[in-house]
């Protein structure tokens, strides 16, 4: 079970750091439905496109970062010091933080471009 646990928590700040890289390309692009980050806010303008997805792109790969590391080495060291459930209730708990941490990536993002583009409308 304590591998399984080590598997997902590994596999999300993965994810994270290639979604990031993309979001940071896409950044690069037009305005588009396809990738990229999309709300109504980020998609008014090329300029607000262009920001939201740069900063949520720097987030996710920073954030990825660091949970990869913790994500591997505080279970495994909780695995081996203590016991295989120690292991499991610290991969739970990382999980739920980078549930937290990925929604709070995206109301960062909201508040900075509703502060930075609101007064242009």
């Not at 940071?24 to 588009?32: N, Y």
């Not at 991969?91 to 933080?97: A, F, K, T």
Request: hydrophobic fraction near 55%; proline fraction near 2%.
């Amino acid at each position: 079970m304590f591998e399984i646990i080590l598997i997902v928590i590994f596999i999300i700040p993965v994810a994270l750091i290639f979604g990031g890289i993309i979001l940071k390309q896409c950044a690069l692009s037009d305005v588009d439905n396809t990738v990229g980050y999309k709300t109504k806010r980020s998609m008014s303008t090329r300029e607000a496109w262009t920001f939201a997805n740069r900063i949520c792109g720097n987030l996710w790969i920073i954030g990825g970062i660091i949970s990869v590391i913790l994500s591997v080495t505080i279970p495994l060291i909780l695995y081996i010091l203590k016991d295989d459930t120690a292991g499991i209730c610290s991969g739970i708990v990382i999980l739920i933080l980078q549930i937290i941490a990925f929604v709070l990536s995206v109301v960062t993002v909201e508040k900075k471009l509703a502060s930075k583009f609101e007064h242009k409308k």
